[in-house]
């Protein structure tokens, strides 16, 4: 996948397949699978690192793991989330900040909203970064959207996300992301752009689909929001294995002479 693919996909109606990833290891897998794009998304804060809310994804953070997905994952198209406030400085502040993720081996960076943002999007791209965006639920902005709730319920709320995604396209995103927003909006916004839209939450009539890794893999045992669907029994699974080592050790049949030095 290239920059230049986003375009043709939605002329072609082809899907565009994206998964979050954060490290060396996952990378490494994913590099090997048919997925699209690997996004070092802000929600590690909640899901490796186990914050209540994704706020507390640093620069810093994400710098360190989008460079460990980089490593891992060198065929992918690799997006770089810009964390809470970094894009929300100075105009040369947050040129910097979205080049810090770009040196770090991301292809584009994503950043979350409209409503103050389309200029900065314009330099960006005008600065050599592509930029995607980001509408319906941004959990970024969770303090003033009071929960991870179902965004542009009412018509007027719709109406609104409708403007802004027409207003990031205009200021030069190459693509968009729809979260927790109903199907049918989905469909509308989706039809209205040029550019794919990737929904989570949005219904099956957005250009392409992301999930969580951990969600999709069903690591996060309690966590069963509708919009996602669990591939693997990986919590089970995992914490299986685990136990069966435990046995094994225990039991003294591992290690084994197959996994013991001899001389
Ligand atoms: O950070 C993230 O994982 C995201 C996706 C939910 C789109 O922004």
Redesign the pocket.
Known sequence: MNILDFEKRKLNQQKISMV?CYDYTSARILSETSVDIL?V???LAMTLYGFEN?LSATLDIMQLHTKAVCRGAKNKFILG?LPFLTYRKSMSENISNAGVLMQAGAHAV?LEGAAGNTDLITRLTQSGIPVMG?LGLTPQSIAMLGGYKLQGKTASAAEVLKREALLLQEAGCFSL?L?CVPAALGKEITESLLIPTIG?GAGRFTDGQ?L?FQDLLGLNKDFKPKFVKTFLNGFEQIKNSVDHYVDEINSGVFPSDEHSYQS
Do not use: A, F
């Open positions: 979050t996004l998304g802000d929600s994704t989330d994503k980001h992301v979260e989570i992301v969580v």
